[in-house]
């Protein structure tokens, strides 16, 4: 005869069975996730990674969006754990300090595998409710608490500093497992201390607290000319919509609703979306090397062209009604259009830090990680489009200077 206790511990053993199975099909989601975005996450994928046939893991989980949900919810969970744990910190510095370390650990034991991946969080806006809306509710919750990190806000000014402390800090963080992989994990104690150095004391040196950035025009014939004959309104809704929902968001009905056509008109002007996708990006791509390269022209030492392209840049995406394509936006993109723009990417990453090294060259800048900066200031003009709703009783000048002062200031100034 079976004894309680006997057949306590056979219930014990099978639920630890069922989670540790469960476990497994969440690493495998989330490592499909990262490589090609919810799109790409399959059921017969995940089955395949986990070494499963398809009807094991609809067991776990009805349906792939279900799955996706939960793999998103599990790196919610995981970073408002750091996000709290960090706020058990005295002071300010002391809070951003250990969130850059808990990151960089965390990131060294995914790497290592003695932790479960975490899924990044670009495509959480497309997916359906209930889902979208409960999910994208903690994900706020994310910089809520790291604003938490500074003293309160007295005014509309101090606010939107605050948020744009929590949005460039969070977001380098959030994105860490992107622009780290170049790093070794031996390389991280170094990460996290020139991290945290640039994020204390900023870009400047102390006689170059003057921020007078000159906003530098585009050439839209430039700009048109390169085009392929896209109509212009057809780059603008399809960048808007990528920007709020993520490329599976952006969807041609939506495009089309957006421009009031019919989905024969949209394939009238383009094959597919993925053209469309990989245009918004190119044209993204050329407004910022042409606003770069501008810049090498005017006079000055580089920390006012370094300025001057972050406020264009800035200006346009906190307020102008054609923003650029947010950088991150790449991540679930089908890997046929990855390479190249991450191609593109980098490219533009490495002319920032070529302004860096000139800065640090004329005494115009402090001495910092320009490969390292360079990664931020993308970041942080990732996280510059979030705000555009913020600027209640904010002049769009105010704005840019405020936002761009957290880089350039340190989190503290």
Known sequence: MTSPSDKDAAASKTTQKFHKKRERILDAAAELINQSGIKGMTFVEVAKLVGLNTTSVTYYFKRKEQLAAAVL???????????????????????????????????????LNKTSPLAALTDLRALDDPHRSQLLSR???????????????????????????????????????????????????????????LFEMGLLEENQQIWQPRLLTQNDAELDNRQDGIPDQFLRAATSLI????????????????????????????????????????????????????ASTIEGNYWHKLSSVLATLLDIQLSSEFPLLKPTAWQPLPRELR?????????????????????????????????LTAQVIIYMLNAAYDLRQQLNGISPEQAVELYASVLTRGLFA
């Open 243 to 294: 920007n709020e929902l993520g490329y599976r968001g952006a969807s041609v009905e939506r495009i089309s609703s957006e421009l009031n056509v019919t989905k024969g008109s949209f394939y009238h002007h383009l094959p597919t979306k993925d053209d469309l996708v990989r245009e918004c990006f190119r044209h993204s791509y050329h407004r910022i090397t042409l606003i770069q390269r501008d």
């Open 73 to 111: 919810e599990r790196s919610l969970t995981t970073l408002e754990g750091l996000i709290k744990q960090a706020s058990q910190e005295p002071d300010a510095r002391s809070r951003v300090r250990q969130l850059i370390r808990l990151h960089c650990e965390l990131r060294a034991n995914i790497r």
């Open 139 to 197: 994900y706020y919750q994310l910089f809520n608490g790291v604003e938490a990190y500074f003293p309160k806000a007295k005014n509309k000014r101090d606010q939107f500093l605050l948020s744009a402390r929590a949005h460039i800090l969070l977001n380098t963080m959030l994105w860490l497992p992107a622009w780290s992989i170049p790093y070794s994990i031996s390389d991280f104690p170094r990460v996290q201390q020139r991290l945290f150095e």
């Open 339 to 371: 390479s190249d723009i991450q191609l593109r990417t980098d490219r533009y990453a490495q002319r920032f830090s070529s302004l860096l090294i000139d800065g640090i060259s004329d005494g115009s800048l402090r001495s910092v990680d320009p490969l």
